[in-house]
């Protein structure tokens, strides 16, 4: 029997493989283990069963599926926020402003938090910035100098944060301005002082902020929450504002979310299964690369004799010429001079020269090459066609149940 210590040591693992991206032990390698398949109740009971079949009952609830995520709106998502700040700034005794400083650090990661928070509590404060004690002594003068602009300003007029370094509250003002506008980098904004490393909290920008900087900076901090957070992700959908929290444990990645669509929570691609994400990923590069492009050119062009400018036969004879500014006339067959060419070689649609060098191995490697590229550009022909009918099929789909949530929806309530 396994210690309790190591099931959790188990559980920890698989989910640093699963976050990681190794996602081998989801898989289970018994074909006929059919544990993880839906279970349908043929039985129309409707609730109405005896008692003696209560132990019946609990086995089919417990086969049920069960969503292995959650769909988060903005609320749940600052919920959730403020929740781990509440943990992290409880279990370590900290202000909610460090507690921020110290999950942005570690991209949310509470139980990451705690476990180098105690482990190292002086290696972790100096490499986030949470300073204990100030990095300069401040005199006690009535007025003081500045470290960007240099000006003399009273106290009033002067802050800092932990290291103690002092500065107006205009160039603080600006240096903060500047950092929202350039991106979600204010998240990780330090002191002025390009020697200093101490950490510029929340605090600070909602006491020198504008209200529009402090609205730009609160929705970094929330997008921040998702996107540098392992378990959550946004939907992909365009225009859609829900994220989605996913938990280990399920061999199963496909996500429905509240906006209706569905998509892999692993590659967050559309919703693939049963074809694994890898096989997704060639095929979407396979229709985006020039690939297809060249396999077309090499399958259905021959380039030309004198300026290798690719040429397209797609009826006539074998007489070809070249576009200008080359105009040179060749055999579409043997790519000799026109002018080589007559009756003797065979006319204009046949050309013996041709034929007698194919028979000595002449056109193997080239032809064989050409064979091979129409080979691949008809499977994949074959094979895109169908894709792009079942996606025009989907995409008719989902208008058509648009239209039903919204325009019949809506006449439905107006008629009552």
Not at 24 to 42: A, G, I, L, T
Request: net charge negative; proline share 4%; glycine share 4%.
């Amino acid at each position: 029997m396994e210690s309790e210590d190591d099931m959790i040591d188990d559980s920890v693992s698989m989910e640093d493989d699963f976050y990681s991206g190794d996602l081998s032990y989801c898989y289970d390698d018994d074909p006929n283990d059919n544990d993880n398949d839906y279970y349908f109740d043929d039985d129309n009971d409707y609730g109405l069963l005896e008692d003696d079949d209560d132990d019946d009952q609990d086995a089919i609830v417990s086969r049920r599926p069960q969503l292995s995520y959650t769909v988060l709106k903005e609320a749940d998502i600052k919920q959730q926020q403020e929740d781990d700040i509440s943990k992290v700034s409880t279990v370590l005794s900290i202000s909610r402003v460090d507690a921020t400083i110290l999950l942005r650090y570690y991209n949310w990661s509470v139980s990451k938090v705690h476990d180098e928070w105690f482990a190292d509590e002086g290696g972790v404060r100096q490499s986030v910035g949470l300073l204990e004690r100030p990095a300069v002594q401040v005199s006690n003068a009535r007025e003081l100098t500045c470290g960007i602009c240099f000006e003399s300003f009273l106290r009033d007029n002067i802050t800092s944060v932990a290291c103690g370094h002092p500065f107006c509250l205009s160039c603080w003002r600006g240096y903060i301005s500047t950092t929202i506008y350039d991106g979600p980098g204010c998240l990780s904004l330090r002191c002025p002082d390009p020697s200093c490393n101490a950490a510029v909290g929340k605090d600070m920008i909602d006491k020198l902020a504008t209200s529009e900087e402090k609205e730009k900076y609160s929705r970094y901090l929330l997008r921040s929450y998702v996107e540098d957070n392992r378990k959550t992700k946004w939907c992909p959908a365009p225009g859609c504002e829900y994220a989605v929290d996913f938990t280990v444990g399920s061999g199963n990645f496909d996500v429905s979310c509240n906006c209706s669509y569905s998509f892999c929570w692993n590659c967050t691609e559309e919703a693939h299964r049963p074809v694994d994400c890898e096989t997704v990923a060639k095929w979407i590069l396979k229709n985006s690369a020039e690939s297809e492009n060249m396999n077309w050119i090499l399958a259905n062009s021959k380039p030309c004799p004198k300026c290798k400018r690719p040429i397209e036969k797609n009826q006539g004879c074998m007489h070809m010429t070249c576009t200008p500014p080359c105009k040179f006339e060749f055999c579409w067959l043997c790519l000799g001079a026109w002018a080589e060419h007559g009756e003797r070689t065979g006319g204009f649609y046949a050309c013996n020269r041709y034929e007698a060098a194919k028979q000595e191995g002449v056109y193997d490697e080239a032809e064989r090459r050409r064979e091979m590229a129409k080979n691949s550009l008809e499977k994949y022909t074959h094979y895109y066609e169908r894709w792009a009918s079942n996606q025009l099929s989907r995409q008719k789909a989902l208008a058509d149940l648009h239209q039903m949530q919204t325009v019949h929806v809506s006449s439905y309530h107006l008629s009552f």
